[in-house]
């Protein structure tokens, strides 16, 4: 389990309680956070649950794959040292209390 | 702003919900209802024959969109409701339990239903095809029982899906055969070697793989329950499951029987525009007339989102044409396709990168016109290739299987 903090590009910010193992978009997706879209379901395949992660926390996660990079250079809104797709980072306790940013487009 | 009273959808899926979240975004501010005919709200279906499958999901992970977020933006959804008929004239639709439902836009977002196996047994028990939550759910109930039992798997049809369920079976440690009509696999949408790569591929992870098999039946135990694949030359594949994955056919029924046109889908232009100015048409459901007349049918979430964006500004009076690059993607074991473009009528083809690695891409080539690109575990070069196709650019066939060559620098800047 980890607290997550969404906050929208809007500044809307919403605190979810995500299980183990489930990735940070399907956390936005099912609890109504707009700002993330996931069209391809946690594929990475269309890059459009692009997200900024808190700087200091960005150790706390593994790094991305090849693929999720060269999906990175591809996001709608601006790419960022601290960019990553949503759907590529599981929760766990290790995550507790991490606040994402979300970008002001997806597509 | 061309209508202001309700817009119903028919369908909950993919192509819905985008035509509904368009809807909104663009400003539309009266009623939009989604009618769904399965009993479960929008959820995703790629990872159906994947990660769900798998049981690496549970339900809750596979929900596109949470009911608090359509409420949000004051999408009603009804699900198990089944839309039996549209009037034209009356502007209304009716429900299977005879209930009117007036309209002054309609989206028809129907989808598609996977084709049955014309043969004796098609029907059998433990034959299964998947679309829906629910067939993938009976299927991993199937091959829990096929694990326990220790009975084969028996895929008919070497396509996206049967694949993808034959690459999800022997993950489970499943025995599994993969019989494909066709001389090879994926025959209809990549180039020869990308097929003889699939092949070995799952050759590779033990899947029994039988090219130009001619079924002639499900043979059955005395209860009805499918115990085997039988062919014309009378070799027999005992199978505890038997997954029919053979293509889909448009959900057309419903536009047919109101006079829209339909050819093997509900023709729509690149706006999402039927025949009737009031009624519209996004995703698997639709066959897209083409500048140059013909038809094109496509099945893809691309597909569907972005025939939603089109036909929700249709309704709106706006012309949003879906002229983007085609795009689609397949995961089996650890590789990833990612497809761009349209091969069809390829001549010859070049090669980025080295097939043996397993990271690199196919380019299909029709003269000197670059038409698509197929990528294997190498995403830069699909998401470049996406960008040149999208540009009209094409590199040379010699640029194209040059890795050091730097496609990018051909794009306009």
Request: hydrophobic letters at 40%; aromatic letters at 4%; glycine letters at 10%.
């Given at each position: 389990m980890?607290?997550?903090?969404y906050v929208?590009?809007n500044?809307?910010?919403t605190?979810?309680?995500?299980p183990d193992?489930?990735s940070l978009?399907?956390?936005a997706?099912?609890n109504?956070?707009?700002?993330?879209?996931?069209?391809?379901?946690?594929?990475?395949?269309?890059?459009?649950?692009?997200?900024?992660?808190e700087?200091?926390?960005?150790?706390d996660?593994?790094?991305?794959?090849?693929?999720?990079?060269a999906?990175l250079?591809?996001?709608a809104?601006?790419?960022r040292?601290?960019s990553?797709?949503?759907?590529?980072?599981k929760?766990s306790?290790?995550?507790?209390?991490?606040?994402i940013?979300?970008?002001a487009?997806?597509e | 702003?061309s209508i202001t009273?309700?817009?119903?959808i028919?369908?909950?899926?993919?192509?819905?919900?985008?035509?509904a979240?368009?809807?909104?975004?663009?400003?539309?501010?009266?009623p939009?209802?989604?009618l769904?005919?399965e009993?479960?709200?929008?959820?995703h279906?790629?990872?159906?024959?994947k990660a769900?499958?798998?049981g690496e999901m549970?339900?809750?992970?596979l929900?596109?969109?949470?009911?608090?977020?359509?409420?949000?933006?004051?999408?009603?959804?009804?699900?198990?409701?089944?839309?039996?008929?549209?009037?034209?004239?009356?502007k209304h639709?009716?429900?299977?339990d005879?209930?009117?439902?007036?309209?002054?836009?309609?989206?028809?977002?129907?989808?598609?239903t996977?084709r049955a196996?014309?043969?004796?047994g098609?029907?059998?028990?433990?034959?299964?095809?998947?679309?829906s939550?629910?067939?993938?759910s009976?299927?991993?109930?199937?091959?829990?029982?096929c694990i326990?039992?220790?009975l084969?798997?028996?895929?008919?049809?070497?396509?996206?899906i049967?694949?993808?369920?034959a690459?999800?079976?022997?993950?489970?440690?499943?025995?599994?055969?993969?019989?494909?009509?066709?001389?090879?696999?994926l025959?209809?949408?990549?180039?020869p070697?990308l097929?003889?790569w699939?092949?070995?591929?799952?050759r590779?992870h033990?899947?029994q793989l039988v090219?130009?098999a001619?079924i002639?039946e499900?043979?059955?135990?005395?209860e009805?329950?499918?115990t085997?694949?039988?062919l014309?030359?009378?070799?027999?594949?005992?199978a505890?499951?038997?997954?029919v994955?053979?293509?889909?056919?448009a959900?057309?029924?419903?536009?047919?029987a109101?006079g829209?046109?339909c050819?093997?889908g509900?023709?729509?232009?690149a706006?999402g525009r039927t025949?009737d100015?009031?009624?519209?048409?996004?995703?698997d459901?639709?066959a897209r007339?083409?500048?140059d007349g013909?038809l094109?049918r496509?099945?893809?979430?691309?597909?569907a989102?972005e025939?939603g964006k089109?036909?929700?500004a249709?309704?709106l009076?706006?012309?949003?044409?879906?002229?983007a690059?085609p795009?689609?993607?397949?995961?089996?074991?650890d590789?990833?396709?990612?497809?761009?473009?349209l091969?069809?009528?390829?001549?010859?083809?070049a090669v980025?990168?080295?097939?043996?690695?397993?990271?690199?891409?196919?380019?299909?080539?029709?003269g000197?016109?670059?038409?698509?690109?197929?990528?294997?575990?190498a995403?830069r070069?699909?998401?470049q290739a996406?960008?040149l196709?999208?540009?009209g650019v094409s590199?040379?066939?010699?640029?194209?299987?040059?890795?050091g060559?730097?496609?990018?620098?051909l794009?306009?800047?």
């Amino acid at each position: 389990m980890a607290n997550i903090t969404y906050v929208e590009a809007n500044g809307q910010s919403t605190t979810v309680n995500l299980p183990d193992g489930w990735s940070l978009m399907q956390g936005a997706t099912t609890n109504g956070i707009d700002g993330i879209i996931g069209e391809c379901g946690g594929s990475c395949a269309c890059a459009t649950c692009h997200c900024y992660v808190e700087e200091s926390r960005l150790g706390d996660i593994p790094p991305a794959s090849e693929n999720e990079l060269a999906m990175l250079e591809n996001v709608a809104d601006e790419r960022r040292p601290n960019s990553r797709l949503a759907c590529q980072i599981k929760a766990s306790p290790k995550l507790e209390g991490l606040i994402i940013s979300l970008p002001a487009c997806q597509e | 702003m061309s209508i202001t009273g309700p817009i119903l959808i028919v369908g909950a899926g993919q192509a819905a919900v985008q035509t509904a979240e368009a809807l909104r975004a663009g400003g539309f501010e009266g009623p939009v209802t989604l009618l769904g005919d399965e009993p479960h709200g929008p959820y995703h279906r790629p990872p159906l024959s994947k990660a769900w499958m798998a049981g690496e999901m549970d339900a809750a992970q596979l929900v596109m969109r949470a009911p608090e977020m359509l409420a949000r933006k004051n999408i009603g959804l009804h699900t198990g409701t089944r839309v039996t008929a549209i009037d034209r004239t009356a502007k209304h639709v009716t429900l299977s339990d005879g209930t009117t439902l007036p309209y002054a836009g309609l989206v028809l977002a129907t989808g598609a239903t996977p084709r049955a196996l014309p043969l004796p047994g098609g029907n059998a028990q433990g034959v299964y095809a998947l679309r829906s939550r629910d067939d993938a759910s009976a299927i991993a109930e199937r091959m829990a029982v096929c694990i326990e039992r220790q009975l084969p798997v028996v895929v008919i049809g070497g396509g996206f899906i049967g694949l993808e369920v034959a690459s999800t079976a022997r993950k489970k440690g499943l025995t599994v055969t993969v019989l494909e009509a066709a001389p090879r696999l994926l025959g209809r949408v990549l180039a020869p070697m990308l097929s003889d790569w699939y092949a070995e591929l799952h050759r590779g992870h033990g899947v029994q793989l039988v090219l130009g098999a001619q079924i002639a039946e499900i043979i059955t135990d005395h209860e009805g329950q499918a115990t085997g694949v039988r062919l014309q030359d009378g070799t027999l594949y005992p199978a505890g499951l038997v997954v029919v994955g053979i293509g889909v056919n448009a959900n057309d029924e419903l536009a047919r029987a109101a006079g829209l046109a339909c050819e093997r889908g509900i023709v729509v232009d690149a706006c999402g525009r039927t025949s009737d100015p009031s009624i519209v048409a996004a995703g698997d459901c639709t066959a897209r007339r083409l500048a140059d007349g013909s038809l094109l049918r496509l099945e893809s979430v691309q597909n569907a989102t972005e025939q939603g964006k089109s036909a929700a500004a249709a309704l709106l009076g706006q012309e949003r044409p879906f002229t983007a690059t085609p795009w689609f993607w397949s995961d089996q074991y650890d590789k990833k396709l990612q497809m761009a473009g349209l091969s069809m009528g390829a001549e010859h083809w070049a090669v980025r990168g080295d097939i043996s690695s397993g990271s690199f891409t196919v380019y299909h080539y029709k003269g000197d016109k670059l038409l698509a690109a197929d990528s294997i575990n190498a995403s830069r070069d699909h998401l470049q290739a996406r960008k040149l196709l999208d540009a009209g650019v094409s590199p040379t066939p010699q640029q194209a299987g040059d890795a050091g060559f730097d496609l990018n620098s051909l794009l306009p800047r």
